[in-house]
């Protein structure tokens, strides 16, 4: 898997998600009536969504369920959750790139119209009525005409003897009766009273817990350790050397913490000790005004860059970021009889499976994964280091082992957010019209997976994947080239939230509004009046082919500026910025964003206003809480922390010095839902991330007058200007 693109197609096939309640096994009637992989319904009424996507804060056990209830009929209030594992019916349980109700729309409904259409067979049968006479609602099949009814548990006999139907017929919108409406999270009182259970609230019998002490540097290995110390400790039984470190193993939490300071390691330098992110920065912004491969060419902008009445050109800056998840990585293993079972927070459970069977060169179907609520995912679960470590030591111990990260180590040996260098260049008319536009973005191939193949490395379509925000610019330029310029890059590095989209976006946007001003315009009425013409465009080849719907793109701006109160003015220190996206050719996002800056050079988002169009709208209060989730995450992005690296040494180590978004710094998030004209819903999980930086640096310049073009923004950057 080399882009991202490859990781949508891995996991977006079909796969519910979550919703009310687990049983417990003892709880779980034997199901007569069982249509399909995903859903069986109790004699008691009760139905069983077997669920394949992980929770991880994005609010799957609600949406997911309301499709189903919707389309099958059925009363929301009587769906249990039972989780999905790797198994011959689910083979593709990836949770990722914003797809999980995108990817599960037609499946699941498929599943819940057959199901639904072999219960009405079976009413209509004993009425001896025509089954195009009956319905299903609230959890019953009645017969309009006479008023009979029967409860879908009463008839799961019969319909279990009924044919699956292979093509069911799907509602149309207007038959609709849950889709749309407002439902709070149904899994909301069982994370606030505590008994929703994640990764790290993994108990089992006769459990062990480890700490790993691992390489200072990036690319270090163990040369020699002495543990003597460590086992001295009260409660710690082993001292073990594994892939990743040396593990200690004890009977309780604390006293692994404690025998993991006592340990004494040497270790040997490898590839990336001499690592430095300032100078690979350099290296960045070198690679991105040289030749880069092409991504997109419209016309020929070289050529009217030179006969532009005006040309204008800014650098960018994108640096490393972690994903800092609240709960750190962990994983509990057992290996015994020839057999693993693992109790993992991971997006994806077909992988763990996978790699714990290699690892132990066992056949997969004996290796049991069981799948936990995850606190905070942003794609660093993708990875199952943390699983085969628990697995490496548990087989070494001989007992079941809970492996917990640190903070620091969290920080430290994880995946990054690459850092990228952005070179942009326009050009102005006598009319100052935007007739001329490149970008080159210089960055780096994720080097946690397989390397590109000689065949991807020959086509443009898989730099265009590495490009999001770059080579899918939305306006209508008469000449556009964009190039990508692949660093090499020792760190590892891999999917993030939004992965290559904000930090182009970050660029394009903030320069788009350079441009803007440079030509006396109003930035929304800049963009609005490039956004004329062909309504839906085609830009990209291949995979990486996207559509561009600007009358979407349009409604959202207009939305936005409207609602936002674009064009009013603002007290003095306080500034009004704007910017808008289209993610992966699907969500159209725009932002309008009110700022302060204090005389010390303090930055504070106040408000915020959203319009999104995000196709068909499965619960409002759901893609509320996904952008209001994304903006946090962008304030800490644009105004916070981020990574940077001396001589191999990570030199962030906790949310101390990685400095994230508290409530104080959380601004009024006002959002605007633009109903979809489509038949199919898209993501909200990353779409709210990659125009919140330039809209937010947009704002700054309004109030200070300072153009900021890298990340993330500094008090020193900005107290200059605000007191001029």
């Given amino acids: 898997m080399n882009t991202r693109r490859d990781f949508i197609r891995m996991t977006g096939v079909a796969a519910l998600a979550i919703g009310f309640r687990f049983p417990e096994p003892r709880d779980v009637e034997e199901a007569p009536f069982k249509p399909n992989a995903w859903i069986s319904i109790q004699p008691s009424g009760r139905i069983l969504l077997t669920v394949g996507k992980t929770e991880m804060g994005q609010g799957v056990r609600t949406s997911l369920p309301m499709i189903l209830a919707d389309e099958m009929g059925a009363d929301l209030s009587k769906v249990d959750l039972v989780q999905a594992s790797p198994g011959k019916d689910f083979t593709n349980l990836g949770t990722g790139g914003s797809w999980s109700i995108g990817g599960s729309w037609k499946t699941l409904r498929t599943a819940g119209a057959a199901a639904r259409e072999m219960l009405i067979a079976a009413a209509a049968a004993r009425w001896s009525v025509d089954p195009e006479t009956c319905i299903a609602a609230n959890g019953e099949v009645v017969h309009p005409p006479t008023s009979r009814r029967f409860s879908f548990g009463a008839l799961t006999g019969d319909a279990a003897r009924s044919p699956v139907p292979a093509q069911p017929r799907l509602k149309s919108p207007s038959e609709f009766k849950i889709i749309g409406q407002r439902v709070k999270r149904l899994d909301g009182p069982r994370i606030v009273d505590g008994s929703a259970k994640y990764g790290i609230d993994t108990r089992v019998p006769n459990m062990r817990y480890a700490s790993i002490v691992r390489s200072p540097r990036i690319g270090a290995s163990v040369r020699s350790w002495k543990g003597d110390k460590a086992k001295a400790v009260r409660g710690v ?252 890059l ?13 930090s182009s976006t970050f660029a394009r946007e903030s320069f788009l509004d350079e441009v803007a001003h440079a030509a006396g315009k109003d930035p929304v009425a800049f963009r609005l009046e490039m956004l004329t013409g062909t309504d839906v465009v085609e830009v990209g080849e291949g995979d990486a082919k996207l559509k561009i719907d600007r009358r979407r793109l349009r409604r959202v701006i207009a939305t936005a500026a409207e609602r936002g109160g674009w064009g009013t003015s603002l007290p003095a220190g306080r500034g009004r910025g704007f910017a808008c996206n289209v993610y992966d050719g699907d969500t159209h996002l725009a932002y309008v964003v009110d ?77 605007h839902i633009i109903p979809g004209e489509g038949s199919q819903p898209f993501g909200v999980g990353e779409p709210p991330v990659p125009p919140l930086a330039p809209a937010l640096t947009n704002a700054i310049f309004a109030a200070t007058g300072k153009r900021v073009r890298h990340l993330p923004v500094r008090p020193e950057d900005l107290i200059d200007s605000r007191t001029r």
């Avoid at 800014?314 to 509990?332: D, I, R, W």
């Avoid at 590892?492 to 904000?502: A, E, K, L, N």
């Avoid at 105004?639 to 978004?661: C, F, M, P, W």
Wanted: glycine share 8%; hydrophobic share 35%; net charge negative.
């Fill in 237 to 488: 039984e082993n001292v073990v050397q594994i892939s990743s470190g040396v593990a200690v193993v004890a009977n309780r939490t604390w006293s692994a913490l404690k025998g993991h300071d006592a340990v004494e390691v040497e270790w040997a330098d490898g590839p990336g000790s001499k690592f430095k992110s300032d100078e690979h920065r350099a290296q960045l912004e070198r690679a991105a005004r040289g030749e880069g491969i092409r991504t997109r060419k419209d016309g020929d902008a070289t050529a009217a860059l030179q006969s532009s009445a005006r040309m204008l050109e800014a650098s960018y800056f994108y640096p490393f970021y972690v994903h800092a998840p609240l709960e750190t990585m962990n994983c509990t293993a057992h290996v015994h009889d020839g057999r693993c079972e693992v109790w993992v927070p991971t997006q994806d459970p077909n992988k763990v499976q996978n790699e714990i069977a290699h690892l132990l060169q066992i056949d997969p179907s004996k290796v049991d994964v069981h799948v936990t609520l995850v606190g905070g995912g942003f794609g660093r679960r993708l990875e199952v280091d943390y699983a085969l470590e628990a697995v490496e030591l548990s087989r070494a111990v001989g007992k079941p082992v809970q492996v917990l990260w640190s903070r620091t180590d969290d920080m430290h040996h994880g995946h990054f957010q690459a850092a990228s260098a952005h070179y942009l260049r326009a050009g102005l008319n006598a009319d100052q019209k935007l007739i001329a536009w490149t970008h080159t973005k210089a960055g780096s191939f994720h080097n946690i997976g397989a390397p590109p193949t000689a065949d991807e490395l020959k086509a443009p379509g898989f730099y265009q994947g590495w490009s999001w925000g770059t080579y899918d610019i939305p306006y209508a330029i008469p000449s556009i080239e964009t190039t990508y310029v692949p660093v090499p």
């Fill in 595 to 671: 700022v302060t800056v204090s005389e010390s050079g303090q930055a504070h988002v106040d408000r915020l206003v959203a319009a999104i169009d995000c196709g068909v709208v499965i619960n409002p209060t759901g893609i509320e809480q996904q952008i209001e989730g994304g903006v946090i995450w962008g304030v800490s992005q644009a105004l916070k922390g981020s990574i940077t690296i001396h001589d191999g040494q990570i030199e962030q180590h906790n949310y101390r010095d990685y400095e994230v978004a508290r409530m104080r710094d959380a601004p009024r998030v006002e959002v």
């Fill in 490 to 502: 020792p760190v590892r590095h891999g999917p993030w939230r939004s992965v290559f989209s904000p």
